[in-house]
């Protein structure tokens, strides 16, 4: 199988949130794959995600604009908008955690 994505992928367990709505809006989840470029995120109940939000991973001080690239029922693959921002105490582990 072809490799489609333009930066390794590492498993994780972490939990986050995918924030919207101003705000106003946020959902729990848990990033199952991250890289440099972009995250699987997982959902306990099949959730529908807006196409842009914020996803924030409070354990390593992520914080970053996402755009939803695919869904699979709890799935979703997402591209990063930006560049990751990470506190500069974690950002040695936050990738290979």
Excluded at 32 to 42: C, F, N, P, V
Excluded at 48 to 72: K, N, Y
């Amino acid at each position: 199988m072809d490799e489609r994505r333009s930066s390794k992928r590492w498993p994780t367990a972490l939990k986050a949130r995918v924030v919207f709505n101003n705000r106003r809006s946020v959902l729990d989840c848990t990033v199952r794959d991250l890289s440099e470029t972009g995250a699987r995120i997982y959902f306990a109940d099949i959730s529908a995600i807006p196409p842009e939000f914020d996803l924030e991973v409070p354990s390593r001080g992520i914080r970053v604009r996402a755009f939803r690239m695919w869904s699979r029922g709890a799935n979703h693959g997402i591209m990063f908008l930006e560049q990751l921002k990470v506190r500069p105490d974690l950002a040695a582990r936050t990738i290979a955690a």
